[in-house]
């Protein structure tokens, strides 16, 4: 099986994307992340650089998504997603406790605010259970 590698991209610059483009702006992206301004911009400013593309523009309502960055929004979630699907993974084979992250955020009113927190498999498994 041929393995094909992206030098240059990093999880951390998709995930800072990801939410600059699902919140709207650089400030609430690096509240919910935990890291300065700086660091989310030149996260940003390193994805832009290495695809060739500015994937978001400033606008009045806050950044917003150009065509490349319309593309690659779905597929920087799903690899985001991954990366945090194989951390559980392999929490879950250590016995250890998933890690838990809970993000609210409104584009509107408050500013986003996210929690870490360590749960056992039941509670993960029945926080992603459907309603009955």
Known sequence: MA????RG??????????LVARLGSVKAAAKVLGV???????ALAALRQHL???????????????PG???LVT??????????????AIRDAQGAPELLRVVAASRDSQPPT???RRCSPSVMRASSSPPT
């Open 3 to 6: 393995i094909a590698y992206v």
């Open 114 to 116: 996210a929690s870490r």
């Open 52 to 66: 060739g593309d500015p994937l978001l523009q400033r606008s009045p309502a806050g950044m917003e998504l150009t």
């Open 69 to 71: 960055g319309k593309r």
């Open 36 to 42: 300065s301004e700086p660091a989310v911009s030149g």
């Open 9 to 18: 991209v990093t999880l951390t610059q998709l995930e800072a994307f990801v």
């Open 75 to 88: 597929i920087a979630s799903q690899m985001v997603n991954l990366a945090v699907e194989a951390e559980a």
